[in-house]
T-cell receptor, first 112, second 114 residues
């Protein structure tokens, strides 16, 4: 059972435009969500997070939106830059151990 | 963000040997560290949760006698792949939790077992 789903394996966006990466989850116990960016053969880099008590969190070019009723979150990157090209993972966490459950990732390609 | 290092970054070993991977939180103390494994074109799969001063908690399907985890201090956790076989070849990544929520990841270790 995939508790966190990223249904789009890839996304291409023109430089300067907005990138929207989507994530759905099924586990209603998740109370915190995180987005990570990953390059091949490297560990994930933390980008931004959001608590389940909020519906929006913004940090520079990155904004995460959470729709709890739809069990859906999205990451907006604006303006997109070629250096943003990477695989983006969303993750949910719950419980005392705070283990992360990752989605399958979305490969973002920002075209110059 | 916080810095987590892993050593070695890559290792090649013969089948049957044991390999130790170190994970260090460089600028913060982490009571909890996590070990993940990533296969090509797949997501990160949690292997185990490492708690300082206590036994690790392994995910279902992960052999605790094969993947030995030691979290001896607040800044160091080690993963030892014992009697490694070619199917253990993978990309192993650790993370350390800072505060209540955010995990910071190491750069990963590529293991190739011949």
């Amino acid at each position: 059972d995939q508790q966190v789903k990223q249904n789009s394996p890839s996304l291409s966006v023109q430089e300067g435009r907005i990138s929207i990466l989507n994530c759905d989850y099924t586990n209603s116990m998740f109370d915190y969500f995180l987005w990570y960016k990953k390059y091949p053969a490297e560990g994930p880099t933390f980008l931004i997070s959001i608590s389940s008590i909020k519906d929006k969190n913004e940090d520079g070019r990155f904004t995460v939106f959470l729709n709890k009723s739809a069990k859906h979150l999205s990451l907006h990157i604006v303006p997109s830059q070629p250096g943003d090209s990477a695989v983006y993972f969303c993750a949910g966490t719950s419980g005392s151990a705070r283990q992360l459950t990752f989605g399958s990732g979305t490969q973002l390609t920002v075209l110059p | 963000g916080a810095v987590v290092s892993q050593h070695p970054s890559w290792v090649i070993c013969k089948s049957g040997t044991s390999v130790k991977i170190e994970c260090r939180s460089l600028d913060f103390q982490a009571t909890t560290m996590f070990w993940y494994r990533q296969f090509p074109k797949q997501s990160l799969m949690l292997m185990a949760t490492s708690n300082e001063g206590s036994k690790a908690t392994y995910e279902q399907g992960v052999e605790k006698d094969k993947f030995l985890i030691n979290h001896a201090s607040l800044t160091l956790s080690t993963l030892t792949v014992t009697s490694a076989h070619p199917e253990d070849s993978s990309f192993y990544i650790c993370s350390a939790r800072q505060g209540a929520e955010t995990q910071y990841f190491g750069p990963g270790t590529r293991l190739l077992v011949l």
